[in-house]
């Protein structure tokens, strides 16, 4: 597998319409994830399971053969997710979806999806996200536990407020994209500010990257 043609993204998911076929552990993994994202969920199957119909008010649920569903059907949506326990169906259904130029992930099979679904952690700050191209979700998960444990320091998010800030100054006084990243970057790697950074001492961080914007 060409690993090369897939390109990390982050999809704001408010309104697509998203399509999951089969209502098991996938499909409902797949289903809920979507739709605490804010997509407009849809999971056809013959059975769903306890907590999907926990969900019936909030994700449509339709009781349907997946092997009936045409391209027709398929057209309504924007994303695609083929979990039934049949790979054939899953295959098929995937392949129909991407003739119509919709995403489509197929967990059975990455080689056939448009997209991945990584593991990945966010918080109100950032977000990390590790897929190993369905080779190991667990490995995945454990990867994310190593960063949040061994980088994700006081520091590191101390460090990314900071820069926010550094980045509304350099816009305010700096009207040239380029040279608003040279004073990023110059700022970013300055060891006096980056040292304010570790010491806790924020406003002095920020006062620094104004002395550098002013030099």
Same mark, same amino acid.
């Given at each position: 597998?060409?690993?090369?043609?897939?390109?990390?993204?982050?999809?704001?998911?408010?309104? +697509?319409?998203?399509?999951?076929?089969?209502?098991?552990?996938?499909? #409902?993994?797949?289903?809920?994830?979507?739709?605490?994202?804010?997509?407009?969920?849809?999971?056809? !199957?013959?059975?769903?399971?306890?907590?999907?119909?926990?969900?019936?008010?909030?994700?449509?649920?339709i009781?349907?053969?997946?092997?009936?569903?045409?391209?027709?059907?398929?057209?309504?949506?924007?994303?695609?997710?083929?979990? #039934?326990?049949?790979?054939?169906?899953?295959?098929?259904?995937?392949?129909?979806?991407?003739?119509?130029?919709?995403?489509?992930?197929?967990?059975?099979?990455?080689?056939?999806?448009?997209?991945? =679904?990584?593991?990945?952690?966010t918080?109100? *700050? +950032?977000?990390?996200?590790? #897929? #190993?191209?369905?080779?190991? !979700?667990? !490995?995945?998960?454990?990867?994310?536990?190593?960063?949040?444990?061994?980088?994700?320091s006081?520091?590191? %998010?101390?460090?990314?407020k900071?820069? &926010?800030?550094?980045?509304?100054?350099?816009k305010?006084?700096?009207?040239?994209? !380029?040279?608003?990243?040279? %004073? %990023?970057?110059?700022?970013?790697?300055? &060891?006096?500010?980056?040292?304010?950074?570790? &010491?806790?001492?924020l406003?002095?961080?920020?006062?620094?990257?104004? =002395?550098?914007?002013? *030099?």
């Amino acid at each position: 597998m060409n690993t090369h043609t897939f390109i990390p993204l982050y999809l704001n998911l408010i309104d +697509l319409n998203v399509l999951v076929i089969g209502g098991g552990k996938v499909g #409902t993994k797949r289903a809920l994830n979507f739709y605490e994202h804010g997509a407009k969920v849809t999971v056809v !199957s013959l059975n769903f399971s306890e907590e999907l119909l926990n969900y019936k008010d909030k994700i449509s649920l339709i009781k349907k053969d997946a092997n009936d569903l045409d391209s027709n059907f398929l057209a309504n949506f924007d994303i695609i997710i083929t979990a #039934t326990n049949d790979k054939n169906i899953n295959s098929k259904l995937c392949h129909e979806a991407k003739k119509l130029k919709k995403l489509c992930n197929n967990p059975t099979n990455i080689e056939e999806s448009s997209f991945i =679904v990584p593991i990945y952690y966010t918080d109100n *700050e +950032l977000s990390i996200a590790v #897929t #190993t191209f369905g080779k190991s !979700s667990l !490995s995945s998960k454990y990867i994310i536990e190593l960063i949040r444990k061994n980088i994700l320091s006081d520091e590191i %998010y101390e460090l990314v407020k900071v820069m &926010e800030t550094v980045k509304e100054l350099l816009k305010s006084e700096i009207n040239d994209p !380029s040279k608003r990243f040279t %004073y %990023y970057s110059k700022i970013f790697n300055d &060891e006096i500010f980056r040292n304010y950074i570790k &010491e806790k001492k924020l406003d002095l961080a920020i006062d620094r990257a104004k =002395v550098i914007i002013n *030099e």
